[in-house]
Antibody, heavy 121, light 111 residues
Framework: QVQLKESGPGLVAPSQSLSITCTVS????????VHWVRQSPGKGLEWLGV???????NYNSALMSRLSISKDNSKSQVFLKMNSLQTDDTAMYYC???????????????WGAGTTVTVSS | DIVLTQSPASLAVSLGQRATISCRAS??????????IHWYQQKPGQPPKLLIY???NLESGVPARFSGSGSGTDFTLNIHPVEEEDAATYYC?????????FGGGTELEIK
């Protein structure tokens, strides 16, 4: 059974950095890409970036300067790091699988439950 | 970025009737014979769930009462006959170019 599960800090102070871990099961990170998507009342659903099976990445250009995605295939974990957080980064953060085996489809077939991030002092 | 505009923002449909949701793109999301629009369903407290990919392909396990159509800039999600469990918010998403973006959502109420 394909599953993804996010774990994050919950609360982040303004100007600080955010680190979220996505642990996957039921598939290999060496075969599928994993995207990050966030959802907030103000901005709706927003694609953040992706790390592909081979390790290459793509980022939303609006966030590229603050965003980094990496992974540890042996631990089945994908990592999101975002710097200089502001209040409008408050959102639910999801890791989601790209369903294309060894390729890219740019849609999302399995979603994690999400982790809530609140940016506040 | 490609902007996806969904309409209506909300609708109420009687049990057993048809729900039709529109998604309009700011530029064509079709090329090389493919229509790069996908549809998701989201219920409160849950992540979105993929319903339809590439405009008209039903995701495995999704009931056949869901269907999608369209090309170019205009796409439609139909649900018929509507059931109580279909009460949710529906989103379209394109994958024509970077970045993929989502529509603002359509909230479906079952009467």
């Amino acid at each position: 059974q394909v599953q993804l599960k996010e774990s994050g800090p919950g609360l982040v102070a303004p100007s600080q950095s955010l680190s979220i871990t996505c642990t996957v099961s039921g598939f290999s990170l060496t075969s599928y890409g994993v995207h990050w998507v966030r959802q907030s009342p103000g901005k709706g659903l927003e694609w953040l970036g992706v790390i592909w099976a081979g390790g290459s990445t793509n980022y939303n250009s609006a966030l590229m300067s603050r965003l980094s995605i990496s992974k540890d295939n042996s631990k089945s974990q994908v990592f999101l790091k975002m710097n200089s957080l502001q209040t409008d980064d408050t959102a639910m953060y999801y890791c989601v699988r790209d369903p294309f085996y060894y390729g890219s489809s740019w849609y999302f077939d399995v979603w994690g439950a999400g982790t809530t991030v609140t940016v506040s002092s | 970025d490609i902007v996806l505009t969904q309409s209506p923002a909300s609708l109420a449909v009687s049990l057993g009737q048809r729900a039709t949701i529109s998604c309009r793109a700011s530029k064509s999301v079709s090329t090389s014979g493919y229509n790069y629009i996908h549809w998701y369903q989201q219920k409160p407290g849950q992540p979105p769930k993929l319903l339809i990919y590439l405009a008209s392909n039903l995701e495995s396990g999704v009931p056949a009462r869901f269907s999608g159509s369209g090309s170019g800039t205009d796409f439609t999600l139909n649900i018929h006959p509507v059931e109580e469990e279909d009460a949710a918010t529906y989103y379209c998403q394109h994958s024509r170019e970077l970045p993929p973006t989502f529509g603002g959502g359509t909230e479906l109420e079952i009467k």
